[in-house]
């Protein structure tokens, strides 16, 4: 009879342990990267088509998730900025899709051969930040 209150008592700590292990992990969050495009003058509407028609399509194939499309409404250079976040599950997972997309041949030819010809080139200067979300972000 002890030995069964005992194992009893076992499994149940067992159990609690580690029900308790598990919720106190931290999910591991996505990270984000912010991308700040200056369009070359007065193609910022061009670059903007060119995304919704052909770079998010491409992204998605690859793997990446695309979070938001913005255009500048106030601030320096508004009629020339173009801002987009993506999402990644990890900064090697962010690596590895963009390794895929550039291994894309339409993306090859649509964008990466158009930023090489200057004629064609939309894209006058890029920034890029990879963000990682604190604790108390709504966006994780």
């Not at 070359?40 to 690859?62: P, Y």
Request: charged share 25%; aromatic share 12%; glycine share 8%.
């Amino acid at each position: 009879m002890k030995w069964k209150i005992l194992a009893i008592a076992g499994f149940t700590f067992g159990v609690l342990g580690t029900g308790w292990g598990l919720s106190a992990q931290q999910p591991a969050s996505k990270v984000f990267e912010l991308r700040i495009y200056k369009a070359t003058a007065g193609k910022r509407a061009e670059l903007s088509d060119r995304f919704r028609d052909h770079t998010a399509v491409m992204f998605e194939q690859a793997g990446i998730e695309n979070v938001a499309y913005w255009t500048a409404a106030t601030g320096p250079d508004v009629d020339d900025t173009f801002v987009y976040m993506l999402g990644y599950p990890s900064l090697e997972a962010r690596d590895e899709m963009w390794r895929t997309l550039g291994q894309n041949e339409e993306f090859q030819r649509i964008i990466v051969a158009a930023e090489q010809d200057p004629n064609r080139k939309l894209a006058a200067e890029i920034n890029a930040r990879m963000l990682v979300p604190t604790s108390y972000s709504a966006l994780k």
